[in-house]
């Protein structure tokens, strides 16, 4: 069966650091052409895709947002992390971590985050 | 970047209609496109892969067709846990992005 859940880094200052982790089950991020990606979603709109890392460390970002993100992993824990710098009331969404096999096949239940002054 | 246009934006139905939703790419994406269902305040839910392919668990009573630029989310006779909010997505060329959706709602 698998999972996964995201953290919940609380509510944050403009210009802080957005730290995320996405703890997941039932799968491996070791196994080839496995991957974990990022999602949010601002209350009441879209879906905005952000990055994925893949089972052989490849990484990939939104250019839009590309020089504010890092994905990383760490295999042995399952976990995937998401860092966003320099955040603004307009990173102010529910973010999701989902598995990703050629598509997001599997999503978390997603974390509100919120950055205010 | 590869634009997916939904349409419409909100579809009003009587439950037990079929319906059939659009998904239009900026350029050809050959059948890299998939489709999720989103109930209010729930995560996305995967329905179809790579345009027509069915997934375990889904109701048969949904099926996507296309290829290229256009392509097409049914269902077959709408009932009530399906009104809820419709994206696709491509996964032909990043980065990945999403559709804006389509509101399936109770006329």
């Known amino acids: 069966q698998v999972t996964l859940k995201e953290s919940d880094p609380g509510i944050l200052q403009p210009s802080q650091t957005l730290s995320l982790t996405c703890t997941f089950s039932g799968f491996s991020l070791s196994t080839y052409g496995v991957g974990v990606g990022w999602i949010r979603q601002p209350s009441g709109k879209g879906l905005e895709w952000l990055a994925n890392i893949w089972w052989d460390d490849d990484k990939y970002y939104n250019p839009s947002l590309k020089n504010r993100l890092t994905i990383s992993k760490d295999t042995s824990n399952n976990q995937a992390f998401l860092k966003i710098t320099n955040v603004d009331t307009a990173d102010t969404a529910t973010y999701y971590c989902a598995r990703i096999d050629g598509y997001f096949d599997y999503w978390g239940q997603g974390v509100m985050v919120t950055v205010s002054s | ?107």
């Open chain 2, 1 to 107: 970047d590869i634009v997916l246009t939904q349409s419409p934006a909100t579809l009003s139905v009587t439950p037990g209609e079929s319906v059939s939703l659009s998904c239009r790419a900026s350029q050809g994406i050959s059948t890299s496109i998939h489709w999720y269902q989103q109930k209010s305040n729930e995560s996305p839910r995967l329905l179809i892969k790579y345009a027509s392919q069915s997934i375990s668990g889904i109701p048969s009573r949904f099926s996507g067709s296309g290829s290229g630029t256009d392509f097409t989310l049914s269902i077959n006779r709408v009932e009530s846990e399906d009104f809820s909010v419709y994206y696709c997505q491509q996964t032909y060329s990043l980065p990945f992005t999403f559709g804006s959706g389509t509101k399936l709602e109770i006329k």
